[in-house]
């Protein structure tokens, strides 16, 4: 199992990122797919969540209208498209599979934002 994570960087206040989350070696279109982050210093923390059927979606009061996560089932990859970024969404993003009590990681991609 592999969940590759990617797009991280340094942006400035306002500005736009998208991350990717690359799997194989599960049926990924049935299971749910989340974003978490961890602030330095502070707990991990789910970000945005899609479930494997439907699609629906569910976000952090904190990102939600900024933050949009998606998932492609052909390519076996979730996004999160993080728009009007702020200094307090600088973390390490992970993706995170489930289903039942199946759970995969990725690891993390650091996003800061800074001017």
């Known amino acids: 199992v592999q969940l590759v994570v990617s797009g991280g960087g340094l942006v400035q206040p306002g500005g736009s990122l998208r991350l990717s989350c690359a799997t194989s070696g599960f049926t990924f279109s049935t299971y749910a797919m989340s974003w978490h982050r961890q602030a330095p210093g502070k707990e991990r923390e789910l970000v945005a969540v899609?479930?494997?059927?439907?699609?629906?979606?569910q976000y952090a009061d904190s990102v939600k209208g900024r933050f949009t996560i998606s998932r492609d089932n052909a390519k076996n990859t979730v996004y999160l498209q993080m728009n009007n970024l702020k200094p307090e969404d600088t973390a390490v993003y992970y993706c995170k599979a489930q289903k039942w009590a199946n759970i995969y990681w990725g690891k993390g991609t650091l996003v800061t934002v800074s001017s």
């Open positions: 899609i479930i494997s059927v439907g699609g629906s979606t």
